[in-house]
């Protein structure tokens, strides 16, 4: 037994009343009882005498009752004799100088035909004049990823703008050119798109299915939401032209399309919102908080948190219900969560902006990511001549355990730190972490934790078989079998 029981690094907490212990170093989520979450508490340093002082005169507690709870912390390595120090798993690791550049969203089109008034791209110009990429720096940028990742036998690329259908012969040209590729080297590029929708025509639809390209298409909810941002340039509503040409792009593709939501101030209800758009056919929703200066009238401030938080909660439960009824749920916000939790990874980075992923813009010019096109305190070299000395080199130090806020954070190896361009937006420097987006963070990673372990409660198998690749998941098995 230990004289003076300190506790690991840990996060302790309670959800709907149900008290947790979440380890940090290790990932592990122990649900535990009131006693042994109020017992955990007590390990400062205190002697074992002093706790079990403490838990009989404060909580009532018998005193080998409170030395087995004791026991059982110190199996589960949650207490040590000795205080504990915050420890970063990146110290004994020696990260490299560069990374190979597997995948690449081409600015096909620094334009755009809609308005959308939270668009940190500026119209689609990213703060420029409105250009279009040529096909002679597409292509050499299909090159570039060749030659800078030649043993890479997977690439990606996005095309994305502004609009990319506003440069849509260039994106026909750059796909033969990927195609012809594959033929000559048997490696594979998967691509894909972002588009707003408002251009998508049949011949586009039929090209893009026939050549397996992926489309998420930017859409914040039924009419009267999605219009209240997502504004043509004359500033009439963007939701009738783009949802006449994506009803035929669901029905052509059996809903397996993505829908992006961006959550803004002026309707905070993710749920209806969510369910509105999978109600419209679509087979994966992905909702992202807005990013916007505070003062515009849509920013989400932080007095909002708890709103989202409970609309995160909503969500959460509507989840569970449906997996444990076995019907298929589109809203994507825990998926991931869940797998991180069920596998422990670790991400020491939140993304692989500037290490294995890079956007380039119409001139060719590299950048840390799509969101950093035109800022040239982040560009990172060009397709012609390569990646300018030392800017990977910059961007790999700026792992989790680096950057200034994050280092005693609880959630550090779950969000990895958050978003480059938020902590350059709102911090001026890649280490950085911004207060507002951390807390918002944190309210989701706690309620992925409590979806995680009432799923586990209910059946131990069933995050295994629901994160299962395609054909072997929890939805193709026979219902008896849950």
Known sequence: MLTHPYIVETHMFKYENKPFIFEVIGQNLYDVDEDTYNIAQLCDGSSIDTIVQIARDKYGLDNEYTKNILSDLEKNKLIMDQKAHIF???EK???????PIYALALHVAHDCNLRCLYCYGSGGSFGGPRDYMDEKTALRSIDFLLENAPDELQYSIIFFGGEPLMNYDLIKKVTEYCRKKEKE???VFNLGMTTNGTLLND???????????????SIDGPKEIHDQCRKCADGSGSFDSMFKNVEKLLERRDGKVTARITLTRKDLEMHKITHEVENMGFKKVNVALVEADENTPFAIHKEDLEVINQEYKIIAEEMYNAII???????NIFYSHLSMLHNKNI???NCGAGRRYMAVAPDGSLYLCHRFAGMENYKMGDVFNGILPGTQKNVINAHVDAREECQECWARYICGGGCFYNSVEKGGSLYKSPNFYCESYKCLFETSMYLYWKLNSYDPTIVERLLAPAGENYYDEEATNC
């Open 88 to 90: 970063h798993r990146t």
């Open 93 to 99: 690791i020696e990260f490299p100088d560069k990374m």
């Open 347 to 349: 991400m020491f980075y």
């Open 325 to 331: 009824e076995r019907r298929k749920f589109y809203t």
């Open 203 to 217: 011949e586009m639809m039929e090209y893009f299915d026939k050549n397996g390209i992926t489309i998420g298409i």
């Open 185 to 187: 080297t048997g490696k």
